[in-house]
T-cell receptor
Framework: AQSVTQPDIHITVSEGASLELRCNYS??????LFWYVQSPGQGLQLLLK??????LVQGIKGFEAEFKRSQSSFNLRKPSVHWSDAAEYFC?????????????FGTGTRLTVIP | NAGVTQTPKFQVLKTGQSMTLQCAQD?????MYWYRQDPGMGLRLIYY???????DKGEVPNGYNVSRLNKREFSLRLESAAPSQTSVYFC???????????????FGPGTRLLVL
């Protein structure tokens, strides 16, 4: 069965510092991986996604993620965090169920940015 | 384009009351989804509709019913609300949904439901 683990519930970083959010997945086939961001009171917005090819994926807002099959990981990174990046971040794996592709989400990591 | 819209934004119900959460998308997407978000649980799929006229259960369907009214609209109904259904509900849509693993799902802003 598919599952996603985000081991860090809450991370605090200073503005301008680098960021890495961890994500580990479990899936029997080739994984289809996503990172979504949820700002307070808002819906989820796609940051980036990985399906195949280059294991380093670039997304919006200066984020990138690296797929490492040997470690079953898809960690999200940003070289320099901005105060506006404070939000909750969800990693998800796409899996096929009857009739449709569905997303299975991790429990999320809340990012706090200190000025 | 408004994208995915949801009504209402916030609702308070008493145990046993019923209500319908509305969702509409204007992107001509075939597939639509209902999720619930609970603290520490991430998002969990309640029901989905791969295409107009079809609906299927997700991970946590008990206590809910859905209707795919037309291609644009997908409603979620709570027939007899329970405190355990207090949650934030998100609707999402994607282009085709069937076998297209690379598809992005687009989310609405959510409905915050409190059941007393």
């Amino acid at each position: 069965a598919q599952s996603v683990t985000q081991p860090d519930i809450h991370i605090t970083v200073s503005e301008g510092a680098s960021l890495e959010l961890r994500c580990n997945y479990s899936y029997g086939a080739t994984p289809y991986l996503f990172w979504y961001v949820q700002s307070p009171g808002q819906g989820l917005q796609l940051l980036l996604k990985y399906f195949s090819g280059d294991t380093l994926v670039q997304g919006i807002k200066g984020f990138e993620a690296e797929f490492k099959r040997s470690q079953s990981s898809f960690n999200l990174r940003k070289p320099s965090v901005h105060w506006s990046d404070a939000a909750e971040y969800f990693c998800a794996v796409g899996a096929y169920q009857t009739g449709a592709n569905n997303l299975f989400f991790g429990t999320g990591t809340r990012l706090t940015v200190i000025p | 384009n408004a994208g995915v819209t949801q009504t209402p934004k916030f609702q308070v119900l008493k145990t046993g009351q019923s209500m319908t959460l509305q969702c509409a998308q204007d992107m001509n997407h075939n597939s639509m989804y209902w999720y619930r978000q609970d603290p520490g649980m991430g998002l969990r799929l309640i029901y989905y509709s791969a295409s107009e006229g079809t609906t299927d259960k997700g991970e946590v369907p008990n206590g809910y019913n859905v209707s795919r009214l037309n291609k644009r609209e997908f409603s979620l109904r709570l027939e007899s609300a329970a405190p355990s259904q207090t949650s934030v509900y998100f609707c999402a849509s994607s282009v085709t949904g069937t076998g297209a693993f690379q598809e992005t799902q687009y989310f609405g802003p959510g409905t915050r439901l409190l059941v007393l």
